[in-house]
């Protein structure tokens, strides 16, 4: 029992990291919260079924065409209701902003794709067993993918010059631009590269559970935002570390407490680890309290 | 001249009329909403004008949150839902009077919320955002799973009309009456407290915690009174909503329900009370008006906050608040230099 939740718990952490990492590489770079990245997640997992209902693409091709849209979207979200906004007050203003567009985004997808729940084409299931523990070949799948996609994302931010300029960005704005780094450009490859793991996290969450809808963002993203803020939002290894304790306590809870309250074990865990440390696991130890 | 000019550039507002014709204005207002169900007779007209009163009353108590003291609260949704399971459970299980369970109510939301503010209070924005968003959704499975308690998904029906003095509320017409008094009590306690020092100490620690603490005003306290006050407010509304409506449901007090009233505010403007008004009876009243175009409401209510933050980030009557202040002074020292140049 407890092993199987914790399989379990292991696989849907896994999407949760991937998911967070957007918010916390956004937020590393421009010190804002995307508060629309679920709902660019919803809607690309949507232009997945599309490509599969009606171009009949395979399954991994219909991926990445997919996440390469959501990556498109992202970018232009950002370009739309982040970058026009220079008030005083910017955090707030771009909050609301964020706000409205994910609102806009939600309810364009029910006025387009209906509020009723799809079925999503999954591949042929098999179980394997090993002791008490049962788990699918999609949950394999799921992890190897989400550590292929960790092993990307450490290349790219780690071992290129992009991620050496992105750095720089999350550093500071005005000398990354004094030292020839296109801000602009950085800014927008971070929410492309933020959105594009969100898509393919979209993807395997929508191919877990069979489904996908236009709230499904909602929930995923708020539960991937505690992750990252439970790991210490700006902190790569800190975001997914949060995925997994997210998806496992959330499992665990799941499994030994009470399944109606399924959704909010997250939201618990993170308003106790933000009551005792509101910088989070791996998070600067500095906050401003402004 | 600079100063003059400044006093010239100030807004429109009923400050800036005369004495005697705020005078004249005032009662005339006043009469006019005592008479507005005598000439209203359609009762599908009265209901929206009660419902936008009803979230006018939502909308001052968020702006207590979000434009006071500074917390942008997307949990508002919380407390209102509160107000209303409390009142109603009290109002079923112990058979006392609406108004007494209703103040029991407001006193527990109230502790309730002291509670609820204390992770937040070290928080900043989007933090304190996504924790009051939580608390929304911690609250919303709670009433849905808690079964013996709230009768879950089913909801709450056949809530019974309050009654005073022996005078039972019911009718579209007395719950006029009835809201139209919490509006204007709102008003005039929100009027009073933006003037108070209590308000602008609060607004202090809103523009810079850290300014404010060192002019000896304690951040948390007034953090945590502008949390509580708004978590009261909206708790008076939520009982009169669930006697207005006679029944509630976990699908009244959902996250939708938050985002309206934030839009509400921030449509109307942070820090005003007109604005909240105004933002309510814009939002509450046009779906309404625009029922052709329902499908399309939420997509534009969110197509029209990214705009209005591009081109208008404080609202449609917000106020730049640190430009207010330096206009009242301006316009203080015109005076004084005018009465000096007559004398």
């Known amino acids: 029992m407890f092993l199987q939740q914790l399989v379990n718990g292991i696989t849907v952490g896994a999407i949760y990291a991937m998911v967070a990492l957007g918010y916390t590489m956004v937020y590393g770079v421009l010190q804002i919260v995307n508060w629309?990245?679920?709902?660019?997640?919803?809607?690309?997992?949507?232009?997945?079924?599309?490509?599969?209902?009606?171009?009949?693409?395979?399954?991994?091709?219909?991926?990445?065409?997919?996440?390469?849209?959501?990556?498109?979207?992202?970018?232009?979200?950002?370009?739309?209701?982040?970058?026009?906004?220079?008030?005083?007050?910017?955090?707030?203003?771009?909050?609301?902003?964020?706000?409205?567009?994910?609102?806009?985004?939600?309810?364009?997808?029910?006025?387009?794709?209906?509020?009723?729940?799809?079925?999503?084409?999954?591949?042929?299931?098999?179980?394997?067993?090993?002791?008490?523990?049962?788990?699918?070949?999609?949950?394999?799948?799921?992890?190897?993918?989400?550590?292929?996609?960790?092993?990307?994302?450490?290349?790219?931010?780690?071992?290129?010059?992009?991620?050496?300029?992105?750095?720089?960005?999350?550093?500071?704005?005005?000398n990354a631009k004094l030292m020839g780094i296109n801000t602009n450009f950085i800014i927008s490859l971070t929410f492309g590269i933020g959105a594009f793991m969100a898509g393919i996290a979209g993807i395997c969450i929508a191919t877990y559970y069979n489904a996908v809808y236009p709230t499904m963002g909602y929930l995923l993203g708020m539960k991937a935002f505690a992750a990252a803020i439970l790991g210490g939002i700006g902190s790569i290894?800190?975001?997914?570390?949060?995925?997994?304790?997210?998806?496992?306590?959330?499992?665990?809870?799941?499994?030994?407490?009470?399944?109606?309250?399924?959704?909010?074990?997250?939201?618990?865990?993170?308003?106790?680890?933000?009551?005792?440390?509101?910088?989070?696991?791996?998070?600067?130890?500095?906050?401003?309290?402004? | 001249m600079g100063k003059e000019k400044a006093v010239k550039q100030k807004k429109f507002s009923l400050n800036s009329l005369p004495a005697y014709s705020k005078m004249v204005l005032m009662p005339v207002l006043v009469l006019a909403l005592i008479a507005a169900p005598a000439v209203i007779t359609n009762k599908y007209m009265?209901?929206?004008?009660?419902?936008?009163?009803?979230?006018?009353?939502?909308?001052?108590?968020?702006?207590?949150?979000?434009?006071?003291?500074?917390?942008?609260?997307?949990?508002?949704?919380?407390?209102?839902?509160?107000?209303?399971?409390?009142?109603?459970?009290?109002?079923?299980?112990?058979?006392?009077?609406?108004?007494?369970?209703?103040?029991?109510?407001?006193?527990?939301?109230?502790?309730?919320?002291?509670?609820?503010?204390m992770p937040t209070l070290k928080l900043r924005g989007d933090y304190i955002a996504l924790v009051t968003l939580g608390f929304g959704e911690v609250f919303r499975l709670f009433i849905s799973n808690a079964v013996a308690i709230t009768r879950g998904p089913m909801g709450i029906p056949n809530i019974p009309p309050p009654s005073i003095f022996g005078f039972?509320?019911?009718?579209?017409?007395?719950y006029y009456y009835f809201v139209l008094i919490l509006l204007i009590c709102f008003t005039i306690f929100m009027v009073r407290f933006d003037n108070s020092g209590f308000g602008m100490s609060m607004m202090a620690v809103n523009e810079d915690d850290i300014a404010a603490t060192s002019l000896g005003i304690n951040p948390v306290k007034f953090k945590l009174w502008g949390f509580v006050m708004g978590g009261v407010m909206a708790a008076l509304m939520g009982s009169f909503?669930?006697?207005?409506?006679?029944?509630?449901?976990?699908?009244?007090?959902?996250?939708?329900?938050?985002?309206?009233?934030?839009?509400?505010?921030?449509?109307?403007?942070?820090?005003?009370?007109?604005g909240s008004i105004l933002g309510a009876f814009l939002l509450a009243a046009l779906p309404e008006a625009l029922r052709a175009f329902s499908d399309y409401r939420m997509v534009i209510y969110g197509a029209a906050m990214v705009i209005m933050m591009i081109f208008r980030p404080e609202g449609i009557y917000g106020r730049n608040k640190r430009t207010r202040n330096l206009y009242k002074i301006k316009a203080m020292r015109g005076e004084k230099h005018g009465e000096g140049t007559a004398g």
């Open chain 1, 237 to 290: 290894p800190g975001s997914v570390l949060g995925g997994f304790v997210i998806g496992i306590f959330e499992s665990l809870g799941a499994g030994y407490l009470s399944s109606g309250y399924r959704d909010a074990y997250a939201f618990i865990v993170m308003i106790l680890v933000l009551a005792i440390r509101p910088s989070g696991f791996m998070g600067a130890k500095h906050i401003d309290k402004v």
């Open chain 2, 46 to 117: 009265l209901h929206i004008i009660i419902l936008c009163s009803m979230y006018s009353c939502l909308a001052l108590s968020l702006n207590m949150v979000i434009g006071w003291s500074g917390q942008f609260s997307l949990g508002h949704v919380t407390f209102y839902g509160m107000g209303a399971y409390l009142s109603t459970l009290l109002v079923r299980s112990l058979g006392i009077n609406f108004f007494l369970a209703t103040l029991t109510a407001m006193v527990i939301v109230g502790i309730f919320s002291a509670l609820l503010c």
């Open chain 2, 241 to 274: 909503y669930s006697v207005y409506m006679g029944m509630i449901g976990p699908s009244s007090f959902d996250y939708g329900e938050s985002i309206k009233m934030v839009s509400m505010v921030v449509l109307g403007g942070q820090g005003s009370i007109a």
């Open chain 1, 36 to 174: 629309a990245h679920a709902d660019v997640l919803m809607f690309g997992t949507f232009i997945g079924l599309l490509l599969t209902n009606v171009f009949h693409m395979p399954l991994f091709a219909m991926a990445v065409l997919a996440a390469a849209f959501t990556a498109a979207l992202g970018m232009s979200v950002e370009i739309v209701a982040y970058r026009p906004i220079k008030s005083g007050n910017r955090r707030m203003a771009v909050l609301v902003s964020a706000l409205g567009m994910s609102t806009f985004l939600q309810n364009l997808a029910q006025l387009v794709f209906g509020s009723s729940s799809q079925p999503f084409p999954t591949i042929e299931k098999v179980t394997y067993t090993i002791g008490k523990v049962t788990f699918t070949n999609i949950q394999l799948i799921i992890l190897g993918i989400t550590a292929i996609m960790l092993f990307i994302l450490y290349m790219i931010v780690y071992k290129s010059k992009i991620g050496i300029a992105m750095r720089a960005c999350s550093v500071s704005i005005p």
């Open chain 2, 168 to 174: 039972e509320i019911s009718g579209k017409t007395a």
